[in-house]
Nanobody, 120 residues
């Protein structure tokens, strides 16, 4: 059974930073591209970033490019998202997802999410 457990969310002021983690289990983590998506209240699911199976390729949505960094540790079966220069528009529930392509299409499972709130 695929399990994806996100952590690291919280309340932060505009301009602040957070580091999200996603612990993966139940599948061969190193064999899959992984990604992050988010959903703000009343809005559609939005793709944020994708990372290749070995971590050599990364892809970002224009809305976060230059501010967010996706990475992974295949030895620890963990996916990360570093969020810098946060804006109020970044407030959302953030999910890690399995098998995400470079266009943001999610073919696998998603976790339960971790809430990121950006407010003064």
């Amino acid at each position: 059974e695929v399990q994806l457990v996100e952590s690291g969310g919280g309340l932060v002021q505009p301009g602040g930073s957070l580091n999200l983690s996603c612990a993966a289990s139940g599948f061969t983590f190193a064999a899959y591209t992984m990604g992050w998506v988010r959903q703000a209240p009343g809005k559609a699911l939005e793709w944020i970033a994708t990372i290749g199976a070995q971590g050599r390729q990364t892809f970002y949505a224009e809305s976060v490019k230059g501010r967010f960094t996706i990475s992974r540790d295949n030895a620890e079966n963990t996916l990360y998202l570093q969020l810098n220069d946060l804006k109020t528009d970044d407030t959302a529930n953030y999910y890690c997802a399995q098998n995400v392509d470079s266009n943001g299409i999610v073919y696998g499972d998603r976790g339960q999410g971790t809430q990121v709130s950006v407010a003064a």
